[in-house]
C-alpha cells in the first residue's frame, strides 16, 4: 500500500487515514499495528521490489482466490483515498494484479465492480468525513448496481440472478471462514456482501422482478 501511494509522487494525508482505517478494521493492535505501519514504510522506498513481494505472496496464498481479491480490493480502496485514480496508481494496480495472476480485463471489470460498490456505502467512500474520498460518493444508479454484479442493466432477470448467487456464493461471510478466512478479514467480507445484497435489491426495483 505505501509503495502504491507514493507512486504518484508523494503520500497524502488521505492515504495515511485510509491506512490507518484499514488497520482497525482488521483490529490490527499492538505489534500487528507497528509491523504494518512498517511495512507501509518500506513500502514507499523508491526500489520496493514490488513483483517479487507480490510473487511471494501469491505464494504464501496457495492459490487462495478470495485472499487474493481481498489485498487486491484494499489496494484499490488505498488508491482512490484522495477521490481520483492517478495514472501511475493504476500503473502500479496493474503489475499487482499481473503478478497474483489477474489479466487485465479482469482487473479491469474487477475495478468497475468496486467503484459500483462504493456508491452503496462500502469501500473508501464511507471511512472518512474529509477529503475526497467521501465527496466522491453521489449515490448508487442502476449502471453502479450492474456493475457490481458484473452484469449488463439490458441483461434478463435470469442472468442477473444467476451472477448475484454466483457472487453471494463467492462473498458470503460463514462459506470464507469455513475455507479459513483470517478473522482479521472477517469485517470486509461482511461489507462485501452486504454491497452486493443491495445492489441486487436495487436491480430488482428499478426492472422490476422478485
Known amino acids: 500500500m505505501g509503495h502504491l501511494t507514493k507512486s504518484k509522487g508523494r503520500v497524502t494525508e488521505a492515504d495515511i487515514q485510509i491506512a490507518s482505517v484499514f488497520m482497525d478494521r482488521m483490529n490490527l493492535h499492538g505489534e500487528?499495528?507497528?509491523?504494518?505501519?512498517?511495512a507501509f514504510r518500506v513500502g514507499k522506498a523508491d526500489n520496493y521490489p514490488l513483483r517479487e513481494k507480490m510473487r511471494q505472496f501469491r505464494s504464501i496464498c496457495f492459490g487462495r482466490f478470495d485472499l487474493i481479491r481481498m489485498f487486491l480490493e484494499i489496494q484499490i480502496q488505498a488508491a482512490f483515498a484522495d477521490g481520483s485514480l492517478h495514472p501511475n496508481e493504476r500503473d502500479v494496480l496493474y503489475v499487482i494484479a499481473e503478478e497474483l495472476g489477474i489479466s487485465r480485463m479482469q482487473f479491469d471489470q474487477f475495478l468497475r465492480m468496486m467503484q459500483g460498490g462504493a456508491?452503496?456505502?462500502g469501500g473508501y467512500q464511507q471511512q472518512s468525513t474529509g477529503g475526497g474520498w467521501q465527496q466522491a460518493q453521489?449515490?448508487?444508479?442502476?449502471?453502479?448496481a450492474c456493475n457490481v454484479l458484473g452484469v449488463k442493466p439490458?441483461?434478463?432477470?435470469?442472468?442477473?440472478?444467476?451472477?448475484?448467487?454466483?457472487?453471494?456464493?463467492?462473498?458470503h461471510p460463514d462459506k470464507?471462514?469455513?475455507?479459513?478466512?483470517?478473522?482479521e478479514m472477517m469485517e470486509m467480507a461482511k461489507q462485501k456482501?452486504?454491497?452486493?445484497?443491495?445492489?441486487?435489491?436495487?436491480?430488482?426495483?428499478?426492472?422490476?422482478?422478485?
Open 32 to 38: 500487528s499495528r507497528l509491523a504494518a505501519q512498517n
Open 119 to 121: 456508491q452503496f456505502g
Open 193 to 210: 456482501a452486504q454491497e452486493i445484497q443491495k445492489a441486487y435489491e436495487l436491480i430488482k426495483e428499478q426492472k422490476g422482478f422478485k
Open 138 to 144: 453521489r449515490g448508487p444508479t442502476l449502471e453502479d
Open 154 to 171: 439490458t441483461d434478463d432477470a435470469t442472468t442477473i440472478k444467476r451472477a448475484y448467487r454466483k457472487l453471494m456464493s463467492e462473498h
Open 176 to 183: 470464507l471462514v469455513a475455507k479459513g478466512l483470517p478473522p
